[in-house]
């Protein structure tokens, strides 16, 4: 089955570009899906690519999909530290219902 | 405002106790879904329902059952056979016909075994 990975620490400080990496298994998954979890709440979608495409920027955020090396970035430009969160990546491996497979999620800590 | 409600928000069992989650959406959503989280482990998938009155078994689906009586309504029960339960439990729900499946997860309930 799919498995995705993750790095699970990330520190910058308040200005610079975070970029948070991933790593999937299943070269099926059609979609692709980035969480955001702040502490002690529930996740958000921050923002989704499809399989067919590349890159996909969204205000301060840009996602990078390597296909081939099956490889998905997450960059934030101008990182505050309201971005101080866990984000997730996760899969949707395909065929069959609309299962999502969750990596092991990201800390990331923005200092002042 | 539509969204999803998980109560409690904590939960604190005695070992050898049933206790349910509860977890009912008004996004009018036919599919819901159950996940454990664990620190560095990420999200694992209990059970997932994709219309009332059918439920299949996610990847940790053993000491749980769940029920699926109401289109709205999808609760947890974390039996007394689930070894390890102490966790933070979130329910999701998406449109069963999106193509794209966004999940929108309530905000959790943090269960403890004392």
């Known amino acids: 089955g799919e498995d995705v990975e993750q790095s699970l620490f990330l520190s910058v400080r308040e200005g610079d570009s975070s970029v948070i990496n991933c790593t999937y298994t299943?070269?099926?998954?059609?979609?692709l899906y980035w969480y955001k979890q702040e502490p002690g709440a529930g996740l958000q979608l921050l923002t989704y690519?499809?399989?067919?495409?590349d890159m996909k920027q969204d205000q301060r955020l840009t996602v990078l999909l390597n296909k081939k090396d099956k490889h998905l970035s997450l960059r934030i430009a101008d990182t505050q530290t309201g971005d101080s969160a866990i984000y997730f990546c996760a899969g949707r491996p395909g065929g069959g219902f609309q299962k999502l497979v969750f990596g092991t999620g990201t800390r990331l800590l923005v200092s002042p | 405002d539509g969204g999803i409600t998980q109560s409690p928000k904590y939960l604190f069992r005695k070992e050898g106790q049933n206790v349910t989650l509860s977890c009912e959406q008004n996004?009018?959503?036919?599919?819901m879904y159950w996940y454990r989280q664990d620190p560095g482990q990420g999200l694992r998938l209990i059970y997932y329902s994709q219309i009332v009155n059918d439920f299949q078994k996610g990847d940790i689906a053993e000491g749980y059952s769940v029920s699926r009586e109401k289109k709205e309504s999808f609760p947890l029960t974390v039996t007394s056979a689930q070894k390890n339960p102490t966790a933070f439990y979130l329910c999701?729900?998406?449109?069963?016909?999106?193509?794209?499946?966004?999940?929108?997860f309530g905000p959790g309930t943090r269960l403890t075994v004392l």
């Open positions: 996004l009018n959503h036919d599919a």
């Open positions: 999701a729900s998406s449109r069963a016909e999106s193509s794209y499946n966004e999940q929108f």
């Open positions: 690519i499809f399989s067919n495409m």
């Open positions: 299943d070269s099926s998954s059609t979609y």
